[in-house]
Protein backbone atom coordinates (compact mmCIF):
# COMPACT_ATOMS: atom_id res chain seq x y z
CA UNK A 1 0.00 0.00 0.00
CA UNK A 2 1.28 3.43 -1.40
CA UNK A 3 2.30 5.84 1.47
CA UNK A 4 0.99 9.41 1.37
CA UNK A 5 3.38 12.18 1.81
CA UNK A 6 2.34 15.27 3.74
CA UNK A 7 3.08 18.07 2.07
CA UNK A 8 4.73 21.07 4.78
CA UNK A 9 3.74 24.43 3.99
CA UNK A 10 7.15 26.47 3.34
CA UNK A 11 7.31 30.18 4.91
CA UNK A 12 7.42 32.74 1.91
CA UNK A 13 8.95 35.90 1.75
CA UNK A 14 12.14 37.42 3.64
CA UNK A 15 14.13 34.77 6.66
CA UNK A 16 12.62 36.50 9.71
CA UNK A 17 16.49 37.31 10.76
CA UNK A 18 16.80 40.16 8.13
CA UNK A 19 13.81 41.65 9.48
CA UNK A 20 15.22 42.05 12.69
CA UNK A 21 18.38 42.88 10.89
CA UNK A 22 16.59 45.88 8.24
CA UNK A 23 15.36 47.48 11.64
CA UNK A 24 18.85 47.55 13.52
CA UNK A 25 20.50 48.65 10.77
CA UNK A 26 17.55 51.64 9.91
CA UNK A 27 18.18 52.46 13.19
CA UNK A 28 22.00 53.26 12.99
CA UNK A 29 21.52 55.25 9.83
CA UNK A 30 19.11 57.74 11.71
CA UNK A 31 21.65 57.76 15.02
CA UNK A 32 24.58 58.73 12.58
CA UNK A 33 22.39 61.39 11.03
CA UNK A 34 21.29 62.52 14.34
CA UNK A 35 25.29 62.43 15.03
CA UNK A 36 26.25 64.81 11.74
CA UNK A 37 23.47 66.97 12.53
CA UNK A 38 24.32 67.79 15.72
CA UNK A 39 27.92 68.08 14.80
CA UNK A 40 27.05 71.46 12.43
CA UNK A 41 26.62 74.24 14.50
CA UNK A 42 25.84 77.85 13.28
CA UNK A 43 28.74 79.56 15.50
CA UNK A 44 26.56 83.38 15.16
CA UNK A 45 23.79 81.51 16.37
CA UNK A 46 25.35 79.54 19.05
CA UNK A 47 27.21 82.90 20.30
CA UNK A 48 24.08 84.68 20.30
CA UNK A 49 22.45 81.81 22.59
CA UNK A 50 25.41 81.80 24.72
CA UNK A 51 24.79 85.70 25.41
CA UNK A 52 21.75 85.46 25.99
CA UNK A 53 22.04 83.03 29.00
CA UNK A 54 25.15 85.38 30.44
CA UNK A 55 23.51 88.59 29.80
CA UNK A 56 19.93 88.13 30.82
CA UNK A 57 18.00 86.38 33.79
CA UNK A 58 15.88 83.72 33.74
CA UNK A 59 13.08 85.84 35.19
CA UNK A 60 13.31 88.00 32.24
CA UNK A 61 11.45 85.24 30.04
CA UNK A 62 9.52 83.67 32.80
CA UNK A 63 8.23 86.15 35.81
CA UNK A 64 7.74 84.44 38.71
CA UNK A 65 4.33 84.38 40.30
CA UNK A 66 5.17 85.06 43.66
CA UNK A 67 5.50 89.44 43.81
CA UNK A 68 8.77 90.93 44.91
CA UNK A 69 8.48 92.18 48.37
CA UNK A 70 9.16 96.24 46.32
CA UNK A 71 6.93 95.91 43.34
CA UNK A 72 6.92 100.23 43.13
CA UNK A 73 10.43 100.45 42.63
CA UNK A 74 12.12 100.24 39.00
CA UNK A 75 13.54 97.31 37.93
CA UNK A 76 17.58 98.19 36.67
CA UNK A 77 17.25 97.38 32.43
CA UNK A 78 20.13 95.66 31.42
CA UNK A 79 21.54 96.95 28.23
CA UNK A 80 20.79 94.83 24.95
CA UNK A 81 23.60 93.05 24.47
CA UNK A 82 22.87 92.69 20.62
CA UNK A 83 22.64 96.64 20.31
CA UNK A 84 25.56 97.69 18.78
CA UNK A 85 28.16 101.07 19.33
CA UNK A 86 29.34 102.50 16.03
CA UNK A 87 30.69 105.38 18.11
CA UNK A 88 33.97 103.70 19.36
CA UNK A 89 34.68 101.97 15.77
CA UNK A 90 33.70 105.64 14.38
CA UNK A 91 36.16 106.97 16.88
CA UNK A 92 39.00 104.17 15.92
CA UNK A 93 38.82 105.25 11.90
CA UNK A 94 39.26 108.92 12.85
CA UNK A 95 42.60 108.13 15.21
CA UNK A 96 43.64 105.83 11.74
CA UNK A 97 43.36 108.90 9.16
CA UNK A 98 44.48 111.25 11.57
CA UNK A 99 48.01 108.96 12.09
CA UNK A 100 48.40 108.42 8.69
CA UNK A 101 47.86 112.21 8.13
CA UNK A 102 50.56 112.35 10.32
CA UNK A 103 53.11 110.10 8.88
CA UNK A 104 52.21 112.17 5.19
CA UNK A 105 53.39 115.05 6.52
CA UNK A 106 56.63 114.29 8.32
CA UNK A 107 57.79 112.59 5.16
CA UNK A 108 56.93 115.46 2.69
CA UNK A 109 59.22 117.11 5.73
CA UNK A 110 61.97 114.75 5.49
CA UNK A 111 61.92 115.15 1.64
CA UNK A 112 62.10 118.91 1.63
CA UNK A 113 65.43 118.86 3.98
CA UNK A 114 67.16 115.98 2.20
CA UNK A 115 66.64 118.38 -1.02
CA UNK A 116 67.54 121.29 0.73
CA UNK A 117 70.91 119.25 1.53
CA UNK A 118 71.59 118.03 -1.47
CA UNK A 119 71.28 114.55 0.23
CA UNK A 120 68.87 112.77 -2.35
CA UNK A 121 71.94 110.74 -3.28
CA UNK A 122 72.80 109.05 0.09
CA UNK A 123 69.48 108.84 1.95
CA UNK A 124 66.10 107.30 0.44
CA UNK A 125 63.05 107.73 2.05
CA UNK A 126 59.55 106.61 0.59
CA UNK A 127 56.03 105.60 2.16
CA UNK A 128 55.38 101.45 2.28
CA UNK A 129 52.42 99.62 4.44
CA UNK A 130 55.17 99.68 7.14
CA UNK A 131 54.60 103.72 7.90
CA UNK A 132 57.78 106.17 6.82
CA UNK A 133 61.18 104.58 5.69
CA UNK A 134 64.14 106.41 5.73
CA UNK A 135 67.28 104.69 3.96
CA UNK A 136 70.79 105.65 5.26
CA UNK A 137 74.00 104.51 3.31
CA UNK A 138 77.07 104.28 5.06
CA UNK A 139 78.76 107.08 4.40
CA UNK A 140 75.86 109.62 5.70
CA UNK A 141 76.51 108.22 9.26
CA UNK A 142 79.69 106.24 9.79
CA UNK A 143 83.60 105.81 8.47
CA UNK A 144 84.17 102.35 7.78
CA UNK A 145 84.06 99.78 10.20
CA UNK A 146 82.72 102.10 12.76
CA UNK A 147 80.07 102.94 14.96
CA UNK A 148 80.16 106.22 16.23
CA UNK A 149 78.05 108.81 14.60
CA UNK A 150 80.06 111.64 12.33
CA UNK A 151 79.27 114.95 13.12
CA UNK A 152 78.13 115.65 9.19
CA UNK A 153 75.16 113.05 10.09
CA UNK A 154 74.12 115.30 13.32
CA UNK A 155 71.69 117.74 11.40
CA UNK A 156 69.77 115.15 9.46
CA UNK A 157 69.41 113.06 12.91
CA UNK A 158 68.35 116.40 14.42
CA UNK A 159 65.93 116.61 12.22
CA UNK A 160 64.00 113.12 12.26
CA UNK A 161 64.25 113.70 16.20
CA UNK A 162 62.56 116.89 16.09
CA UNK A 163 59.72 115.00 13.83
CA UNK A 164 59.43 112.27 15.86
CA UNK A 165 58.93 114.43 19.35
CA UNK A 166 55.41 115.30 17.34
CA UNK A 167 53.75 111.63 16.72
CA UNK A 168 53.79 108.28 18.98
CA UNK A 169 54.51 106.09 16.66
CA UNK A 170 57.25 103.06 17.28
CA UNK A 171 60.66 103.72 15.70
CA UNK A 172 62.37 100.50 14.51
CA UNK A 173 66.01 100.81 13.17
CA UNK A 174 67.78 98.16 11.54
CA UNK A 175 71.78 98.10 10.99
CA UNK A 176 73.18 96.07 7.75
CA UNK A 177 76.54 95.79 6.68
CA UNK A 178 77.90 93.96 3.12
CA UNK A 179 79.14 90.70 3.07
CA UNK A 180 82.78 91.04 3.59
CA UNK A 181 84.27 89.99 7.12
CA UNK A 182 85.37 91.66 9.79
CA UNK A 183 87.10 90.75 12.82
CA UNK A 184 87.87 93.55 15.42
CA UNK A 185 88.38 93.65 19.01
CA UNK A 186 85.39 95.84 19.33
CA UNK A 187 83.38 94.25 16.24
CA UNK A 188 84.66 90.56 16.23
CA UNK A 189 81.87 89.75 13.26
CA UNK A 190 78.96 92.13 11.11
CA UNK A 191 76.44 91.32 13.45
CA UNK A 192 78.10 93.23 16.63
CA UNK A 193 79.19 95.88 13.77
CA UNK A 194 75.19 96.42 12.25
CA UNK A 195 74.15 96.31 15.57
CA UNK A 196 76.46 98.52 17.31
CA UNK A 197 75.53 101.05 14.77
CA UNK A 198 71.44 100.95 14.95
CA UNK A 199 71.93 101.12 18.39
CA UNK A 200 74.17 104.57 17.86
CA UNK A 201 71.57 106.18 15.79
CA UNK A 202 69.03 105.42 18.25
CA UNK A 203 71.43 106.46 21.46
CA UNK A 204 71.72 109.76 19.22
CA UNK A 205 67.85 110.21 18.72
CA UNK A 206 67.15 109.92 22.28
CA UNK A 207 70.02 112.11 23.67
CA UNK A 208 69.18 114.68 21.89
CA UNK A 209 65.78 114.84 21.75
CA UNK A 210 62.86 114.48 24.36
CA UNK A 211 62.09 111.14 23.41
CA UNK A 212 61.39 108.10 25.23
CA UNK A 213 63.46 105.11 25.05
CA UNK A 214 60.74 102.49 24.69
CA UNK A 215 59.23 103.61 21.52
CA UNK A 216 62.67 102.17 20.06
CA UNK A 217 63.72 98.91 18.68
CA UNK A 218 67.23 98.02 17.44
CA UNK A 219 67.68 94.80 15.19
CA UNK A 220 71.07 94.29 13.59
CA UNK A 221 71.26 92.05 10.42
CA UNK A 222 74.72 91.98 9.72
CA UNK A 223 74.99 90.90 6.16
CA UNK A 224 71.84 88.61 6.09
CA UNK A 225 69.72 91.09 4.21
CA UNK A 226 71.23 92.48 1.43
CA UNK A 227 69.70 94.67 -1.38
CA UNK A 228 72.08 94.12 -3.96
CA UNK A 229 74.59 90.91 -4.96
CA UNK A 230 77.58 91.66 -3.09
CA UNK A 231 79.50 91.60 -5.85
CA UNK A 232 80.22 94.79 -7.04
CA UNK A 233 81.75 98.43 -5.20
CA UNK A 234 78.28 99.92 -5.75
CA UNK A 235 76.53 97.12 -4.52
CA UNK A 236 78.28 96.74 -1.22
CA UNK A 237 78.12 100.29 -0.70
CA UNK A 238 74.10 100.06 -1.13
CA UNK A 239 74.34 96.92 1.43
CA UNK A 240 75.74 99.33 4.08
CA UNK A 241 73.25 100.93 5.47
CA UNK A 242 71.09 101.98 8.26
CA UNK A 243 67.09 101.84 8.01
CA UNK A 244 65.43 103.91 10.07
CA UNK A 245 61.10 102.79 9.75
CA UNK A 246 58.92 105.14 11.23
CA UNK A 247 56.38 102.58 12.22
CA UNK A 248 52.21 102.72 10.94
CA UNK A 249 50.05 101.41 13.74
CA UNK A 250 48.09 99.30 11.63
CA UNK A 251 51.09 97.50 10.21
CA UNK A 252 51.19 94.24 11.81
CA UNK A 253 54.97 92.54 11.05
CA UNK A 254 55.20 89.12 10.25
CA UNK A 255 57.24 86.36 10.16
CA UNK A 256 61.30 87.17 9.18
CA UNK A 257 61.85 85.68 4.94
Known amino acids: MRRIQRQTNSDKGSPKWMVTFSDMMTLILVFFILLFSMSVVDASKFQAIADSFQDRSPFD ?58 LMDSVNAFRDERGVVLVLQEQVLFRSASAEVIDAAIPFLDKVGSLLEAIPNIVKVEGHTD ?66 IISDPTYVEGELY
Open 61 to 118: FNPSIIPFENPAEDRVQKPDPFERDNSSFQDFLDSESEQSEQLDELLLEVLEFLQARN
Open 179 to 244: SRPINTHQFPSNWELSGARSSSVIRHLIDNNNLRPERFISVGYGETRPVAPNTTYENLQKNRRVVI
